[in-house]
């Protein structure tokens, strides 16, 4: 079997990665050891960034519609609720989907499944990469069926998604360096009689512990996870149901009645990312290149990102657009993004649990009080959300960032969203290619682009002529005309306060 990307795990990562390669037009295989989609699972997070990714294939509504946006947290400390914040449209003005969904894993997996089965397309079930070798010009990868055979699968690119103990980055030498985190975790999916309405995120706050309930699409149904203190040294797998609960009404002191248990999972969290995100034609994503721990729900997220940032530049590749120099971007974008992350969930897994007393302190009796305050103010909701949302990730120190123009979006950042007549800017940009945005004052005269660029380019970029009105300004932080040149991703490659054909062809030319 030939193809031009083969997938290694059909996880979210991997079906995510899928469902971008069939944007682009570009032929796969994806294969999992599993028999279909997961049926229960850690992840119920979905971010902005990852909505407005599914928005360009006609998955957000859909997903959206599969869960629950996080409207409030309720702080609660020695079982009495301490402080309430508002969630609800934290991020307005910044994106068209400014809130955290809650989602089951499972559910989203499978609407990425359907989606590539309405494609015309299948993921092979029952199938795992037993070895793989490469040269200049492919990769021969040996595949074992559920009954027993083998076939060999030859791929331009292969892509590893196959998860923390990734066979895919052992076999390519990648190092994974990090620490294992000294607590047992605990998720589980019940069903809760108490006092507090299904209206919330409710978040309670211990000397030692963090345990929070995600209310979830059912009633009075929620997703807890927390933790055993530091020293619970039973094995996770001799851990019963009933142990955990007796840690949930110790920490929590909440008077309430676990009445039914769909499923719970106790397990060690690590935190590593590997030392590159790629060799050779062999690339790493998800959690075979990062883990963390479950703090700020990025895990999941940030997987579907790295798909996202790979997926265009291996259509390119396929399409024979471009070469190793932008592939090898590929690794110089993702790989700094995956070391901060692990910096930030870090330090907000030590602010939520650590029992140093002055953290303690300030977790159980400052923070609850001053949330709600805080989050009023539009300063710091600027501040968190893109943060959180992965919306203020930027790529400005890569060597696909031109800046030409001193405003506040650089090039490398991702497109500011606003609304032009009511509509979002992000209704234009849904094609997989390079989008030419001229903000305009009406006054500006604009030189053609060169003819040999425009046949070279046909089908992979178009233009847009947009107003130079206020929300223009606002978000970019200039009253002067200007244009940019976005990545099939969305991200500024190139921006200038002068319009220069020059600078445009010089861009795409760098990119082979």
Known sequence: M????????AGPTGLALACQLIRYGVDFVIIDTKDTTTPFSRAIGVQARTLEIYEQIGLADKLIALGKPAEKVR????????????LKDIGAGMS?????????????????????????????????????????SRVAAIIANADGTEQIIKAKYLVGCDGAKS????????????????????????????????????????????????????DNRYRIVGTFPEGHDIDAGEILFEEIERQIEADTELRLDISHVNWFSVYKVHSRAVNAFSKGR????????????PAGGQGMNTGIQDGYNLAW????????????????????????????????????????SSDEWFTSFVRTHIFPHVLGLA????????????????????????SLSSDHADFQVKAGDRMPWFEIDGCSIYDRLRDPKFHLLLFLDGETEVPPLPKEMMESWSGLADTSIIPLDDKVKEAFGTDEPFFVLLRPDNYIGLISAEFSPDLIVKYLNNLS
């Open 2 to 9: 030939d193809t031009d990307i083969l997938i290694i795990g």
């Open 75 to 86: 702080m609660i400390a020695g079982g009495e609720v301490r402080g309430e914040a508002v």
């Open 96 to 136: 068209a989907y400014p809130f955290m969904l809650v989602v089951e894993q499972g559910q989203h997996e499978k609407l990425l499944y359907d989606h590539i089965v309405a494609e015309g397309r299948k993921v092979h079930w029952n199938q795992h990469l037993t070895s793989f070798t490469q040269d200049d």
């Open 167 to 218: 066979l895919v980055r052992h076999q390519l030498g990648l190092t994974f360096e990090g620490e294992t985190v000294d607590r047992l975790f605990y998720v589980a999916d019940v069903q809760i009689d108490w006092e507090y309405p299904h209206d919330a995120l409710q978040v309670c706050l211990a000397t030692h512990t963090l345990t929070a309930f995600f209310p979830m699409v059912g």
């Open 282 to 293: 062999c690339f790493v994503a998800g959690d075979a290149a990062h883990i963390h721990t």
């Open 313 to 352: 530049k291996l259509a390119l590749a396929c399409k024979s657009r471009a070469g190793e120099k932008l592939l090898d971007t590929y690794n110089e974008e993702r790989l700094p993004n995956a070391q901060r992350l692990l910096r930030t969930t870090d330090r907000m897994f030590e602010l939520g």
């Open 375 to 398: 989050l009023s103010f539009d300063a710091v909701k600027k501040m968190i959300f893109p943060l959180v949302s992965q919306i203020g990730i930027s790529y400005r120190q890569s």
